[in-house]
């Protein structure tokens, strides 16, 4: 069955990086585009990048454009958001997501990873 | 501000049948195909449907979805306790960027 599985959250301070991964298996990794979305505490869903199955063609929403980038390593079936210049309202769960097709929809979810921008 | 519009809340009795809606434009829902995810509290979201009304294997038949025009519709019938969670419609834009609804609590009362 299709698992993924974030790793990489924790606290860091403003203006501070962070990287996630995303391991994902049973499923053909590179056959898959492959999203993050973020959830801040209370609020809702907040997509921010997907990247296709070459790696060559990166999607960002506005907010994150320029401080964030998403990247892949379908040797290793894994998934990353490098995260730079880290501001409080960066504070989230992060998922990593599956898409089914090229188009951003969300087949399978992992579990999350918190990530608390503080000092 | 989500891109998306979803009421904040809604509410029905166990058994009852509720709806749920989710509101955009010309430039995602009315072009695009609409999903619905189900958050239950402290887990990840789900996909519940895809393609405006269409079900992943597992989903009941309790859960369905309609679009029309820049609405989409989300309908839950013969209420379980074990429904209540929050609810997201989601879509994307002519720039294929992603954009979801605030989100729905439902509370089966």
């Known amino acids: 069955q299709v698992q993924l599985v974030e790793s990489g959250g924790g606290l860091v301070k403003p203006g501070g990086s962070l990287r996630l991964s995303c391991a994902a298996s049973g499923f053909t990794f590179s056959d898959y585009f492959m999203s993050w979305i973020r959830q801040a505490p209370g609020k809702g869903l907040e997509w921010l990048s997907y990247i296709s199955t070459s790696g060559r063609t990166k999607y960002y929403a506005d907010s994150v454009k320029g401080r964030f980038t998403i990247s892949r390593d379908n040797a290793k079936n894994s998934l990353f958001l490098q995260m730079n210049s880290l501001r409080a309202e960066d504070t989230a769960v992060y998922y990593c997501?599956?898409?089914?097709?090229?188009?951003?929809?969300?087949?399978?979810w992992g579990q999350g990873a918190l990530v608390t921008v503080s000092s | 501000q989500s891109v998306l519009t979803q009421p904040p809340s809604v509410s029905a009795a166990p058994g009852q049948k509720v709806t749920i809606s989710c509101s955009g434009n010309s430039s995602n829902i009315e072009n695009h195909y609409v999903s619905w995810y189900q958050q239950l509290p402290g887990t990840a979201p789900k996909r519940l449907i895809y393609?405006?009304?269409k079900r992943p294997s597992g989903i009941p038949d309790r859960f369905s979805g309609s679009k029309s025009g820049t609405s989409a519709t989300l309908v839950i019938t013969g209420l379980q306790t074990g429904d209540e969670a929050d609810y997201y419609c989601g879509t994307w834009d002519s720039s294929l960027n992603a954009v979801f609804g605030g989100g729905t609590k439902l509370t089966v009362l």
């Open positions: 997501a599956k898409l089914p097709g090229a188009e951003p929809q969300f087949d399978y």
């Open positions: 393609d405006n009304n």
